[in-house]
């Protein structure tokens, strides 16, 4: 069993083992930020050699996630972060344990927080889509191809990765759909667009895309300022700006136009299975903790039927101070 290799090159060498695992490319690059945090702190702190590694020692590196902060914000980072980084350390021992770089499985050790069960509440408004859609005008040729983008995100409840890896030939203009290849967990999927969002698109391709592609565009669908193919960051700044431009400041990016879109499906009666596919869920599961904000069809059908509503003398006198005409109720 090696006793020398460094924390350095053990995170290396994980790395290396997931990218032959074929995961894919934003988790290979979540593990790695997660741990190049614990593997400075550790060397700094504890010991500079896989060997080092002692459930003491993680367990004072959990202490010091509580009161990191994020360098780009400088706010101490949440619940949901320090799971996502105790989790990339667990699993960087289980790897390390199962290869022999170490003796015992701290993985079994240490634990990971419970996700909270939050509700994602923020979803945009019809005049807020279109407030934030209208700032497109005032951007020429770009504003043309963001307004695609937008509508893309509104139509389809795209994540940001997707919308970067649409190709050309990914377009199904009769059918009105859209091919997403390698997604989330490395899944293609297949999704429905509506027909005007489809000639924003179609509009773009044709018109716009042809000025703005060089040597180095290859074939995907949208392209950056410069004629290279969107990362997600560049996606995340464009869909702020126009939000900031329209002053809607409610949180999210791409990920406010999903869950408007999955919301407003389920609002409006689409089956729980088939707003799966279209968002790319890998579980149902997921798709259900949006029923619980989309509560318009729940609450007229309990305005519609609940006898409370309809007789309320079952319950209250009609003698109560309430029903007196001007009664102040504060």
Request: aromatic share 10%; hydrophobic share 35%; proline share 4%.
């Amino acid at each position: 069993m090696p006793t020398n290799l460094s924390l350095i090159q053990s995170m290396a060498q994980y790395i290396e083992y997931c990218q032959l695992d074929e995961q894919s490319p934003r988790t290979i690059e979540g593990k790695r930020c997660n741990l190049q945090l614990f593997v400075r702190w550790y060397i700094v702190n504890v010991g500079f050699s896989a060997a080092d590694l002692t459930l003491d020692g993680i367990m004072a590196f959990i202490k010091h996630l509580h009161k990191y902060r994020d360098p780009q914000n400088k706010r101490l980072i949440g619940k949901a972060t320090r799971r996502n980084k105790i989790t990339a350390v667990r699993m960087f021992c289980l790897y390390l344990y199962q290869h022999e770089f170490i003796k015992d499985n701290l993985s079994e050790k240490v634990k990971t927080p419970k996700a909270d069960k939050s509700i994602t509440q923020a979803i945009l408004q019809p005049d807020e889509v279109a407030a934030i859609a209208n700032q497109t005008t005032y951007y020429g040729d770009y504003g043309l191809r963001d307004n695609a983008i937008l509508a893309a995100f509104f139509a389809c409840g795209f994540r940001r990765g997707d919308v970067t890896k649409i190709k050309l030939k990914g377009i199904n203009e009769a059918a009105k759909l859209l091919f997403v290849p390698d997604g989330k967990g490395g899944q293609d999927r297949i999704v429905p667009i509506a027909e005007e969002a489809l000639k924003a698109v179609l509009y773009y391709k044709k018109h716009i895309r042809p000025k703005q592609i060089n040597y180095m565009s290859g074939d995907y669908l949208f392209l950056d300022n410069r004629g290279l193919p969107f990362n997600g960051g560049q996606i995340t700044a464009l869909v702020n700006k126009y939000k900031r431009r329209a002053g809607v400041s409610k949180p999210g990016a791409s990920n406010l136009y999903r869950h408007t879109t999955a919301t407003t499906l389920l609002d409006n009666g689409a089956d729980l299975l088939t707003t799966q596919k279209i968002l790319g869920h890998a579980s149902v599961v997921t798709t259900q903790g949006y029923t619980h904000i989309a509560v318009k069809k729940m609450s007229e059908d309990y305005q519609k039927y609940h006898p409370a509503v309809q007789n309320p003398n079952l319950y209250i006198p009609r003698s109560h101070p309430c029903f007196i005409k001007g009664t102040r109720l504060d």
